[in-house]
């Protein structure tokens, strides 16, 4: 009970702070707290937010799936053999910085609009952060590992699963916290340029008709399922790393 008070304080004192404003200032174009809590209950019974809510969380299910595979197998092999990952980590770090937003027009020339875009976005937003940690973790996989590995002539396979995707695995969550993170975010700016539903359209299609109090609590929604997600990964990375901790 003590740390849920710690967590919400500082929101409680902020919410209240801009309710008083709005209600002293009745001039102030935001939509107040409670109106934003009126519009959100009024868009879970009209029941067309499940729909955004859903084609947003399947294009980042989708385009994150595709970075934490290839981000993963990629970061451990490249990391694992060095001779051939140094002519790789030249073109990913010319890569890296580009922020995944700045793809869009890209996205959109390749291929049209519809999800298509969308899911290279968040691969793109997803695949840096999930693959650099992969890389660094295999790369410092200390030598002794891999002389006990030799020592009892283990399989390539076996020394692959068990010691250098193991012995990567905390470091791979890290680059897995960011990397849902950044699909999350990238999902949404996709949404908003090239998509015709999830909740980034929903949000730019408000905005759009003025409807600033659906606007606020489409932003509302985008936080607390962020939050969600986010915390999905630390149970997640809990119950897989248990020797982590």
Same mark, same amino acid.
């Given at each position: ?5 710690? @967590? ?9 702070? %801009? $309710? ?17 809590? $009126? ?61 995944? #937003?700045? %793809? ?73 916290? &960011?990397? #849902?993170? /950044?699909? %999350?975010?990238?999902? &949404?700016?996709?949404? /908003?340029?090239?998509? $015709? ?6 949000? $730019? ?19 607390? #399922? ?11 990375? @809990?119950?897989?790393? @248990? %020797?982590?901790?």
């Amino acid at each position: 009970m003590k740390n849920f008070f710690k @967590k919400t304080l500082v929101i409680f004192v902020l919410v209240s702070l %801009w $309710q008083a404003y709005s209600f002293l200032n009745s001039n102030f174009l935001i939509s107040s707290p409670l109106e934003i809590v $009126q519009a959100l209950i009024s868009l879970f019974q009209e029941k067309d937010i499940y729909f955004h809510i859903l084609n947003s969380l399947s294009r980042v299910a989708v385009g994150f799936l595709g970075a934490t595979i290839l981000g993963i197998g990629l970061g451990l092999i490249l990391g694992n053999y060095k001779r051939i990952g140094e002519y790789f980590l030249p073109l990913i770090e010319i890569l890296r910085p580009i922020p995944p #937003i700045a %793809w869009i027009p890209v996205a959109i020339l390749l291929f049209g609009l519809g999800n298509a875009p969308a899911y290279f976005i968040i691969f793109l937003g997803a695949f840096f952060p999930i693959f650099s940690n992969a890389y660094f973790a295999a790369a410092s996989l200390p030598r002794i590992y891999r002389n006990t590995a030799r020592s009892f002539e283990l399989s390539r396979l076996t020394f692959f699963y068990e010691i250098l995707f193991k012995y990567s695995l905390s470091n791979i969550f890290v680059g897995l916290k &960011i990397g #849902i993170g /950044m699909a %999350w975010i990238c999902v &949404i700016a996709a949404e /908003m340029i090239g998509a $015709q539903s999830g909740l980034g359209y929903f949000i $730019q299609t408000s905005r759009l008709f003025l409807h600033i109090d659906k606007m606020l609590a489409g932003i509302l929604i985008i936080g607390l #399922i962020g939050y969600f997600l986010n915390t999905c990964m630390f149970y997640l990375e @809990k119950k897989i790393v @248990k %020797w982590h901790a």
